[in-house]
């Protein structure tokens, strides 16, 4: 019954960063353009910019387009059926992404403190290509109360480049059988 008790936790956990993040200003690089006050909308339709770039003008976008294998649309398999995991099902392990230190204190807590949370019944894996930002998360991690021995028996870092907190935006997605099998 202790993995239900640590999977609520988590869940709890990640609901306020969800909540905190949803609060927080948003900040961009490019100034934001306005008529009187009021925010221009962007048009419904792709810009002769956007249309002169193959896939999604990012950075992030170039790897993706050179690993169709890896982040292509697939086809289910023949005559079986499957379920989604749900978020409050056992686990084998925890998948997070913390691409930068500058991510704001609030979401920079809110991850540390879910994986503080879960490395004592799971292995975390963190995506974080960013060296800063994995001495940034490990530190937190230490101010929440995870000792040396379970960041460095629990804690992973997995070094891939990553524009986002949200892993159902870019993550595995893991599905059951009618079996249970994952």
């Not at 993706?64 to 379920?83: D, I, M, N």
């Not at 807590?109 to 800063?132: C, E, F, Q, R």
């Not at 001495?135 to 986002?164: C, P, R, T, W």
Request: hydrophobic share 45%.
């Amino acid at each position: 019954m202790d993995y239900r008790r640590s999977a609520a936790m988590a869940v709890l956990v990640a609901c306020s960063a969800f909540w905190t993040c949803e609060s927080m200003p948003v900040e961009t690089s490019a100034p934001k353009q306005t008529v009187d006050d009021h925010f221009i909308m962007l048009p419904a339709w792709k810009t002769q910019s956007e249309k002169a770039v193959p896939g999604k003008a990012d950075n992030y976008s170039d790897f993706r387009l050179q690993h169709p294998e890896w982040y292509s649309a697939t086809e289910p398999p023949k005559g079986k059926k499957f379920s989604a995991l749900l978020e409050w099902d056992p686990s084998q392990a925890l998948l997070l992404a913390y691409p930068s230190a500058g991510m704001g204190e609030s979401v920079s807590n809110s991850i540390a403190m879910i994986a503080v949370h879960a490395a004592p019944n799971t292995d975390v894996y963190i995506v974080s290509k960013a060296l800063g930002a994995q001495q940034n998360i490990v530190d937190l991690m230490k101010k929440g109360g995870l000792s040396q021995d379970l960041i460095d028996s629990k804690i992973h870092f997995l070094e891939f480049e990553a524009d986002s907190i949200w892993m159902i935006d870019f993550g595995p997605f893991p599905l059951l059988d009618q079996a249970g099998n994952l």
